[in-house]
């Protein structure tokens, strides 16, 4: 697709370092932290419900994730998240685990339905937890291939009014209307705790300099899927693969990114 | 060790990718759960009281691990504990730090008391901290060789009903009545932050595909400490160790592993 | 600079491995707890308000830091830090994102004003945030150069009678009237999530072996600095680099400590 400037808002990304504001999960707060920081953004986590409004409000981008919840973490991530909607700041969700305990589906309905989200990245099963319960009772068997999953996010995208990125073999992104589909990535990415956490970071880093949500999803997703290939290319076991990962998040150039990105319409 | 088949159970986990829930320690979550999903299960991590009793139900093993305790979650260990033993799921206990605070050994005592456990590993001096005063009082001073150590397991397995595991030079798993001894591992294995956590939970993981928990434990510190044994081949310092060491737990074949685990009975 | 130690300081953790309770955030204890082990010291995390103190109370040396802060934490921060005071033990605090929100900045201040601290090492905007209202109204703007650096460091640890390291380029330390420059160090650290944590708890672990703060901070700053360098030779991206700084951690030997180290007084 040659209509994203993917060398353009890289570039940004490397030279304005957005800071990047994440309440996510324990497990994966290094490494975020660590991926933000290697393709060039500034990340900062707080969670703390008396700090999140100031720290958002500095911020250029918020990260939700729900992969560790717990009731003071829900506070904050609605404080967090209104004072980000109130300041125009994009906000990217991450529903980890939703559709597992009532905890998380029921958090994740409350978020989508009170706050302005810009995107909301997860895989099939997490994505299909989000909608309205006629269609959660089918169930993420009713999902027999790809076509099925970009009903389910086309319609989801639209119910709750915002950019729906599926993560799976091949990536879908959608505002209810538009697809746009990623095939990068690499198998070995399944293998590494916090992958999907780390990708959900990156389409907010993007969003930072962006203001087309398919775009900063699209290229968040591409950026991160491109690293895990350049990875599977220097090590074969998931241990040195997570740290290849990071070094080509930071040594992958522009111009290699706007060439190797496989996003296409439809 | 000719009778356990190692090799079928390795094979097990990596076929059915047994999901182990954990509450553990913030310091070790993600090389816990990088080490799971390496060896092939599919780990995850919830704590709140008003989550656990419903993620343990999806659950194969639960580990609870005292790492990092506070209040809060010493209310969802007990939550978490009794849902799966009223559901039969194991659950492998890791007392860090049983002995040193008065908030760790009165928890450890406890969880031996009020919840059935499947295994329980530590160290000398956490595994003496568990049992009735009157052992308590001797001290780590008193174990002067492994027959102390192993007398004083045997006598803690049978009090509490569990099969302990107590790791060391060597390592010595007991229900109080047999004794099977584990020689694999390597001392780079100090050197790195969550290896004796990171062992726990690779017992649950066994323990996820057989009911015996001898067994379960046995082929846990094997395989984890042969990962040691295969990462100290290619590393010489921690930093690259413990890479190689998750490396060497996606790595390893069944067959390999049943042919060098260490085992001995008595 | 001849008259420190260095090669006895390292030694003497290496022989000792001094326990170092660290009160940190959650995205760096990972990365703390295996950058303490690596050197030689012991560390151990802990946060319960009804833990803290026991817990200081077995340590050498106690590590404050505010990344992740919330009320809970507050609270164990203080009890830790006055028990640690009574004990003699030395307190190294890390204010980090003091001068961003209130709730840093608020607590970096009631924690330098309530506690007796050792060291205090920070970025130089944390640093100039502590100081009284006068100060902090210019903003770190008026920092135009290393010598108005160095007076903000000087009049701010005489006013909260601390020795304080400021790092950067150059690192200064000063406990008012003296003060030393340590050039080690190396660009790819500030692309790793907790260097600046991890370098407060190598300070802290110089401290449970030296009763000269100056001393202790001047130490790990070199140390952890040149570990930096000799990664730096190593790796070209910041994954493997953060894996070999581990590795360099532990095969640095005493005597090249000792030899490369840059220090100078003034």
Same mark, same amino acid.
């Given at each position: 697709m040659r209509n994203i400037d993917l060398k353009g808002l890289l570039t940004k990304i490397r030279e304005e370092g957005p800071l990047v504001h994440n309440i996510t999960n324990y497990v994966v707060m290094n490494f975020t932290a660590n991926t933000l920081l290697a393709m060039g953004a500034s990340p900062v986590m707080a969670h703390a419900p008396n700090e999140v409004e100031e720290m958002v409000s500095l911020a250029r981008a918020l990260v939700i994730n729900i992969g560790t919840l717990s009731d003071p973490w829900i506070d904050a991530m609605f404080l967090a998240g209104k004072k980000a909607n109130s300041n125009g700041v994009p906000v990217v969700f991450d529903p980890v685990g939703s559709g597992a305990t009532s905890l998380r589906t029921d958090t994740t309905r409350r978020i989508v339905r009170d706050l302005k989200l810009t995107v909301v990245r997860g895989n099939a099963s997490e994505i299909l937890s989000i909608a309205s319960s006629g269609?959660?009772?089918?169930?993420?068997?009713?999902?027999?291939?790809?076509?099925?999953?970009?009903?389910?996010?086309?319609?989801?995208?639209?119910?709750?009014?915002?950019?729906?990125?599926?993560?799976?073999?091949?990536?879908?992104?959608?505002?209810?209307?538009?697809?746009?589909?990623?095939?990068?990535?690499?198998?070995?990415?399944?293998?590494?705790? @916090?992958?999907?956490?780390?990708?959900? $970071?990156?389409? %907010?880093?993007?969003?930072?300099?962006?203001?087309? !949500? #398919?775009?900063? =999803?699209?290229?968040?997703?591409?950026?991160? @899927?491109?690293?895990?290939?350049?990875? $599977?290319?220097? %090590?074969?076991?998931?241990?040195?693969?997570?740290? !290849? #990962?990071?070094? =080509?998040?930071?040594?992958?150039?522009?111009?290699?990114?706007?060439?190797?990105?496989?996003?296409?319409?439809?």
């Open positions: 269609t959660v009772t089918k169930g993420v068997d009713s999902l027999h291939d790809v076509e099925q999953v970009a009903e389910m996010a086309k319609s989801t995208a639209k119910e709750i009014n915002s950019v729906v990125a599926v993560t799976g073999k091949v990536d879908l992104i959608t505002d209810g209307t538009r697809v746009i589909r990623c095939s990068n990535g690499h198998p070995m990415m399944g293998k590494v705790t @916090g992958t999907g956490c780390a990708a959900t $970071a990156t389409i %907010a880093a993007f969003a930072a300099v962006t203001p087309d !949500a #398919m775009e900063a =999803a699209a290229a968040g997703l591409a950026f991160f @899927g491109l690293a895990g290939e350049m990875a $599977a290319a220097r %090590a074969q076991a998931p241990g040195s693969f997570m740290i !290849a #990962m990071i070094d =080509a998040l930071y040594a992958m150039s522009p111009g290699d990114f706007q060439k190797r990105a496989l996003l296409e319409k439809g």
